[in-house]
């Protein structure tokens, strides 16, 4: 009897042990994060943000097969420097916000290129085409590792989402297919 009261015990702290070692949850803190985009229309440049998205981030850089994130962007929470951009961004012929609300980027895995340097690999889900995506990032955490910041730049196709791929804007020359993404989060550990 002796024996299994040993074993109980053994598993217990072992499943302790194991939950220690599970990633951290990281909470985004909206007045510190920024999610913007770069585009070219008519050869003038104009840039985007959006003002909300939120964050399901458990991440450990020593436990990268455990850690996951998915972020979900409100469309509708959009602005753009350019006032004719403005106009029709939100359209049908472009994030269609009435029919698609929101975008998100779930992760698969993760994997590292130094100490510093991670590539999320994942699933863009915007304006209803879900497509594979890696995002290259930085993280620097805080010294007591309870804070971290990420930065992260990458270029879609837009046309690979259908985002004005109607009439004169299907037209790279009106507007450029290449778009810059840029990620600027600020996290909390929970």
């Known amino acids: 009897m002796r024996k299994y009261f040993w074993l109980i015990g053994l598993v217990i702290w072992g499943a302790g042990s194991a939950m220690a070692d599970a990633p951290a949850q990281w909470i985004i803190d909206p007045a510190q994060s920024h999610l913007t985009f770069d585009g070219t229309v008519m050869n003038m440049p104009f ?3 959006f003002k909300k998205f939120r964050g399901d981030i458990i991440f450990d850089p020593v436990n990268l097969a455990q850690s996951r994130a998915a972020v979900t962007v409100d469309m509708a929470s959009e602005t753009v420097n350019d ?3 403005a106009e029709y961004i939100t359209t049908k012929d472009w994030f269609d916000i009435a029919e698609f609300p929101e975008a998100k980027f779930e992760t698969v895995n993760f994997t ?4 510093t340097h991670y ?3 994942g699933k863009l889900t915007l304006r209803g085409a879900a497509l594979p995506l890696d995002l290259p990032f930085t993280l620097n955490f805080s010294p007591d590792k309870k804070s971290v910041t990420m930065q992260s730049e990458v270029t879609i196709n837009r046309m690979d989402f259908g ?3 109607t009439g004169d804007w299907r037209d790279p020359k009106t507007v450029d297919p290449a778009v ?3 990620v600027a989060l600020a996290a909390r550990r929970a």
Do not use: Y
Not at 112 to 115: C, I, L
């Open 47 to 49: 840039t985007g943000e």
């Open 180 to 182: 810059k993404v840029h």
């Open 163 to 165: 985002l004005g791929a």
């Open 112 to 115: 590292a290129t130094d100490a």
């Open 119 to 121: 590539i999320a690999h």
């Open 83 to 85: 006032k004719d951009a």
